[in-house]
């Protein structure tokens, strides 16, 4: 799955506002020299870092944006995660588009999804963002403070939502596969 989305981003445009990606950032807690392996094949040597969360509490997805945003060398990241292996192509194009727009610090994903009622909704998936790296000592306030909620730290940010809901968009862009089943309905 990480290989996979690893291709798909190596096939993002937006990199210095227009351009490929100038490399990845792998979030991992294990097994960095098989991560490391795996983007080398994908975006070659030099552009590739693998960094673990600061420390051993596992913070979930604000952990790991602070882990890219410590050696992120570049005025934006784009976040994904690897358990969603059908995310746009075109996802660094729009959120820049957007985040450019609004001026904002970080646009976020916004896609269908079902609620516990069965009914389609626009739903945050702010796993799947663009952020400019100076949001950095935002972040560590806010974790160093017990923090841990994506929306509470985005709260304090210029947000802007972008939604993915577009004819021609897959409705099954941003689904999480996390088990073999769930990978195998996706793959049908």
Known sequence: MAQHALQRLATQQGGAYGGALAGA??????????????????FGSGRVQVVPDRDAEFAGPLAGFQAGLDVCSTALMLTVPCDSPLFPLDLAQR????????????????????????????????????????????????????????????????????????????PRAFANANTLDELRQLES
């Open 25 to 42: 950032i792998v979030n991992a807690n294990r097994n960095p020299r098989v991560y490391l392996a795996m983007c080398e094949a994908t």
């Open 95 to 170: 959120l820049l588009a957007a985040l450019l727009q609004a001026d904002a610090d970080m646009a976020v994903v916004m896609a269908p999804e079902a609620g516990r009622d069965g009914q389609m909704a626009l739903r945050s998936q702010p796993v799947f963002c663009l952020m400019r790296t100076a949001v950095a000592p935002s972040l560590q306030a806010f974790l160093a403070t017990g923090g841990r909620k994506v929306d509470a730290w985005t709260a304090g940010l210029r947000l802007v939502q972008v939604p993915f809901d577009a004819p021609g968009d897959d």
